[in-house]
Each structure stands twice: as structure tokens, then as C-alpha cells.
């Protein structure tokens, strides 16, 4: 028994079973075609309403063959990380397209936004210093927080008060101790999970008032917020105000990877710093190339017209649910998350609509709050009007079917 109990399987097993009990048990469906609003998913056509790819450059020609060309003449691995000999020419391409697209001095790429957000925050700030997050902010942004080893504080979700408490807090612990602590304020402009803004002007502001440093994750803003489409911080015109530009390649940009833009000394410091950096694989070619090329089309006339796009596709869709009885969130962006409260219903509603060709997915614990699980559904620029509609009604449809309090105790097996 006990061996069986402390064995691999065993130990992990029971573990599982809490997962299945919670509602919370998470598996991967494969996909057999390119990202984009028609997918083939295990076997089935569907509508796909849950890609990160607002603009629909995940399968742009464009794009393609920018990594196409990358791979003819570069090859398909780096061989090594950035700072041995894999700092190959498209690397170079991209960090100099990232750093005049947000008006930097320059930036640098990552492999992932997960590994800019760990490397960037724990290089920056150590055991003396003092790191502050939004409650809502992303994973990546906890983990290189919790790295750091920083003290950390979250101050309630867009809560200014919350925050200026904590920063005041903080500027007593720089006088109360003899050395300079660094305070780094992080926050996301469009929250991934509900799709709501934050009020950077004000949180920039707070911030440098106290003496503190700001980063700002633009993971869902960049390409569809601002003039020249950098994000949020542009469309509030403090772009110039944030210490810390922070995003990923492979959202709206159509690839991957992540980037940290700044002063050319913030990124100095993170090429000697940031070891998800120096110790890493450099990215593909094919990703750095696709990425340079899915920023220089946001950045074009076909960028303006795929945005304007998008957005009337996120009004349509609002007024769709309104028709349908759905209360949709007042916010603005391309989220738009349909809370649905208990784990067991929202995935019970997922996988009704699955069996009818929509794909969106619910989204739970622990990305999101326990009893706060939801339908995330997210717009791209390559919808149709027509396919909104569609959505709309059979949503309504499925969530008449699993009411709200439904929760089938028996259902976690499905
Ligand atoms: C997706 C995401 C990241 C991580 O970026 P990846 O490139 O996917 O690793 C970071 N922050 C937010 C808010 C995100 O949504």
C-alpha cells in the first residue's frame, strides 16, 4: 500500500483525482489545420472563437513566406543560445522593427512572453526590493515576481487607492532602511481574462510619484489599440511614461516569442542579466522573421484596415448577444469573457457547443478565480458577421440548456 502510496502514479494519481472532484481536470485537443477561424478539431469542422489572433496574422501569406525565406537562408535551428553564436540576422531585424514600432531606444527578444516576464522581473529586482502587481495580472508576471524574490504586494484589480496604499508603504521602507530600495510596478493593459482596460495614465503617475519603476504587459492591446497600433499606452498618449514595455510576439503579432522594449540600458542590463535570456536556445529564424514581418503589416495601411475590422466585428458581436439575452462586459477590446459562475457549468456549456462547431473555451480555476469561471471568447479580424451570429445563438441555446446553479456532481468525467 504505502509503497504504491509513494510511488510515482500513485502520489500523482490522487492528485488528479482532486483536479477531476474541482471540475478542473484540463486536457489538449489536437488540431489538425493552420490557426484561423475554420479549424478541423479531432476529427470535426468548427468555429474557432478562442485564438489570440486578433488580426489573423497567424496564417497570413505574408508572414509565411517571411519564414519561409528565413529558413532557405538561415536554416531551421540557432544552435545556440543569443550571446554564444545564435544571434542570427533576423534577431537583430526584429529587435530593431520592435524598437522603432514602440518608439524605443531598444528592445529584445525572448522565446516566449513567459520567459521575457520571469527573466526581465528577476533581473531587475532581488530580496531588498519590492514588487507590485494588479490581482488580475497573467501568470508570467507572478512567476518572475515570485522569482525575483522581491517582497511582493497585489493591490485589488484596477484599485488606484489599493495601490498608492502599497506604494507609500513602500517609500517608508526605503526610509526606514539605509539602502535605496527599487520599486517595479507591473500591470497588463487589456486584462487577459476580462477582456477590461487599465487606467495607465493614473497608475503611471502613482507610480513615478512614488519612485517607482513601470512595467506594462500590451500582450492584448498591441495591433488593435492606438494610432500607430503599439497598444494602450499610445491610445491614452502616456507611451513615453512607461519604464517597461512588455509583450508577446504571438498574438496579434502572428508568431512567437516575447519582447521587452525600453532605454538602451534597460536592455543592456537584461542581455547580462536575464537568464531565461542567456540561457536559453535562441528563437527560430522562421519565428524572429515571421515576427518582424506580422509588426511591419500592423504597422502598414492593410494593419489600419484588418483593426477598424476587428473592431466592428467586436460591436457586432456585442449587439448580438444583447439580441440574445446575453449581458455582454462594457469593457472594450477583443475578450469578451460571458461568465458563467461554476466550474462544472461553464465546461459543461464548452463542450455542448464543441458538439455543435464553435469552439470557445472555458476558461477556470486556476486562471481565473474559483466560482468566477467563464467563456472567453475572443474576435479576430477574419471573422464574419455572419459566423458572430451563429455564435451568438447557439450560445444562447446551450447556455438555456445549463442554466445558472447547474452543476451535474457526475458530469467531471466528460
Ligand atoms: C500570453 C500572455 C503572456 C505570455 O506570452 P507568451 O508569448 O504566450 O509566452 C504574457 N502576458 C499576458 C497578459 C499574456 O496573455
Not at 514602440?102 to 529586482?125: D, M, N, P, R
Request: glycine fraction near 8%; proline fraction near 3%; include cysteine.
Amino acid at each position: 500500500m504505502s509503497a504504491k502510496k509513494h510511488s510515482l502514479s500513485g502520489s500523482l494519481d490522487d492528485q488528479l483525482d482532486e483536479i477531476v472532484e474541482l471540475g478542473l481536470m484540463r486536457h489538449l485537443r489536437e488540431l489538425d489545420s493552420p490557426q484561423g477561424v475554420q479549424i478541423h478539431v479531432e476529427g470535426s469542422d468548427c468555429l474557432n472563437f478562442s485564438s489570440n489572433d486578433y488580426l489573423g496574422l497567424a496564417n497570413h501569406p505574408v508572414l509565411k513566406e517571411a519564414a519561409i525565406n528565413a529558413v532557405e537562408k538561415y536554416g531551421v535551428g540557432s544552435g545556440a543560445s543569443r550571446l554564444i553564436c545564435g544571434n542570427i540576422r533576423p534577431h537583430v531585424e526584429l529587435e530593431e522593427t520592435i524598437a522603432a514600432f514602440k518608439g524605443t531606444e531598444a528592445a529584445l527578444a525572448f522565446s516566449s512572453g513567459y520567459a521575457a516576464a520571469v527573466g526581465t522581473i528577476s533581473a531587475l529586482l532581488g530580496r531588498d526590493d519590492i514588487v507590485v502587481l494588479d490581482k488580475l495580472c497573467h501568470a508570467s508576471l507572478i512567476d518572475g515576481a515570485r522569482l525575483s524574490g522581491a517582497k511582493l504586494r497585489v493591490f485589488s484589480h484596477n484599485d488606484l487607492q489599493k495601490l498608492e496604499t502599497i506604494l507609500k508603504w513602500a517609500t517608508r521602507l526605503q526610509v526606514e532602511e539605509t539602502h535605496a530600495r527599487r520599486i517595479l510596478v507591473i500591470t497588463e493593459s487589456v486584462f487577459s481574462m476580462d477582456g477590461d482596460l487599465s487606467p495607465l495614465r493614473n497608475i503611471a503617475e502613482l507610480t513615478h510619484r512614488y519612485g517607482g519603476w513601470l512595467m506594462v504587459d500590451e500582450a492584448h492591446s498591441v495591433g488593435l489599440f492606438g494610432e500607430q497600433r503599439r497598444g494602450l499606452a499610445e491610445a491614452f498618449e502616456m507611451h513615453d511614461d512607461i519604464d517597461i514595455h512588455f509583450g508577446t510576439l504571438g498574438k496579434a503579432i502572428g508568431s512567437a516569442g516575447g519582447y521587452v522594449a525600453g532605454n538602451a540600458t534597460l536592455i543592456n542590463f537584461l542581455l547580462n542579466k536575464a537568464r531565461s535570456f542567456i540561457f536559453s536556445t535562441a528563437p527560430l529564424p522562421a519565428a524572429a522573421a515571421a515576427a518582424t514581418a506580422g509588426i511591419r503589416l500592423i504597422q502598414s495601411e492593410e494593419g489600419e484596415s484588418r483593426r477598424q475590422r476587428a473592431w466592428s466585428l467586436i460591436d457586432h458581436l456585442k449587439s448580438e448577444l444583447l439580441a440574445q439575452g446575453i449581458v455582454p462586459p462594457l469593457t472594450q477590446s477583443a475578450i469578451i469573457p460571458i461568465i458563467l459562475g461554476h466550474e462544472n457549468r461553464a465546461r459543461a456549456v464548452a463542450t455542448e457547443l464543441l458538439k455543435r462547431g464553435i469552439y470557445v473555451p472555458a476558461i477556470r480555476y486556476p486562471t481565473v478565480a474559483m466560482g468566477k469561471a467563464r467563456l472567453r471568447v475572443s474576435i479576430t479580424a477574419n471573422h464574419e458577421v455572419e459566423q458572430i451570429k451563429q455564435l451568438c445563438r447557439v450560445m444562447a441555446e446551450t447556455m438555456n440548456e445549463f442554466p445558472e446553479g447547474w452543476s451535474d456532481e457526475n458530469s467531471s468525467q466528460t
